[in-house]
């Protein structure tokens, strides 16, 4: 089967294209480390992201985060193509962590997981439509476009997240528990 071509590159973005240093974040909206790693990125992301550094947040799904494929889409379908707004549902739904769970939902069925989803996005965005919300949810648009960041995070060989790339390079002494003076130790010596 020929793997179709993305109808733009992967990830979500801040800050400008042109930027000397590229950082880029590859996580899972379902992994517990990846939640502990996102707060210090948006921070140093903040502080950042005028200072010559671009962001590209990845998306991925690990296969052992059973809900992380349909709560991804739903940052896909309420970013509607805004970066920008993409970073800001990844914040809202990280923030909802615990309820989407393997074992929050250990007793739930996927049509429970789908409802609580919807109930998200009316939340996020006075979304009240759920019969389409939940159509967009099965769209092949969306499952394509939620596709993209883990075909490039194969071709990049990561499989673990978080995991995170400066320039090109993996930058392996980052991790979940790396600090913003972790961050700036790193990113203060490539910047003029």
Known sequence: MTIPIPTRPSGYQRGPCDALVQVEAFLDIECPF??????????????????????????VVLANHRQSWDVTKVAVILAADDPVRFWDVFNYLYERQDQYTEAALLQQTHVDLYNLLAQFAAEYSDWQDETEFIRQLTS????????VPIRYAISRSVWSTPTFFINGSEASQLSSSSSLADWKSILDPLLP
Do not use: M
Request: proline share 3%; net charge negative.
């Open 140 to 147: 092949d648009r969306v499952e394509q476009e939620t596709k």
């Open 34 to 59: 990846s939640k502990k790693a996102w707060s210090t990125l948006v921070a140093i992301a903040d502080e950042y992201v005028d200072r010559e550094v671009r962001f590209t947040l990845h998306p």
